[in-house]
């Protein structure tokens, strides 16, 4: 059997075209009904195709639109999450790398500051011994002439 209005293959006990959806003559004899075969153009421009039915319900509606919310809601959480946990990783990875960096800067401080201390005691020392050595010169030399003069 073919569809009244475009022409195409359909079962025989179809109601409704599923290509143009046009409500088919079942059940009407055969000699009312649309010659077997495809319509010839011109008799497909003259006939006016009848509104397609509608597939889905006016009631499965809120569940269609539940259902999508649904599922955006689980892709983005499904992606917030992975986001997150990848920025937590980050997180400490970044924080571990702040810790090593100033733990080494400190060392470098430390070292800095133990040869800068190490530097200005050696030049303590230096003052100290040649004050040490100015004073046993001025020593020996006041017992020279108290040596001198004694005699």
């Keep these: 059997m073919f569809c009244t209005n475009c022409g195409k293959a ?3 006990e179809s109601k409704f075209c599923p290509d143009c ?4 003559t079942a059940g009407l004899p055969l000699s009312q009904s649309m010659p077997v075969g495809p319509p010839a153009p011109a008799a497909a421009a003259m006939t006016v195709p009848a ?4 597939t889905s319900s006016p009631a499965g509606r809120p569940a269609l639109w539940a259902g999508a919310a649904a599922l955006v809601v689980a892709l983005v959480g499904g992606v917030g999450y992975w986001g997150w946990s990848r920025t937590d ?3 400490v990875r970044q924080l571990a790398d702040e810790e090593q960096r100033r733990v080494a800067a400190e060392r470098v401080a430390e070292a800095a500051e133990i040869t800068a201390a190490q530097a200005l005691l ?3 020392i230096a003052v100290e011994e040649a004050e040490a050595q100015a004073r ?3 020593s020996v030399q006041d017992q020279n002439k ?3 003069v004694n005699r």
């Design 146 to 148: 108290r040596t001198t």
């Design 89 to 91: 990783d980050q997180i």
């Design 10 to 12: 359909i079962a025989p």
């Design 21 to 24: 959806g046009a409500r088919q």
């Design 51 to 54: 509104a397609a039915p509608s």
């Design 122 to 124: 050696d030049k303590h």
């Design 136 to 138: 046993a010169r001025t």
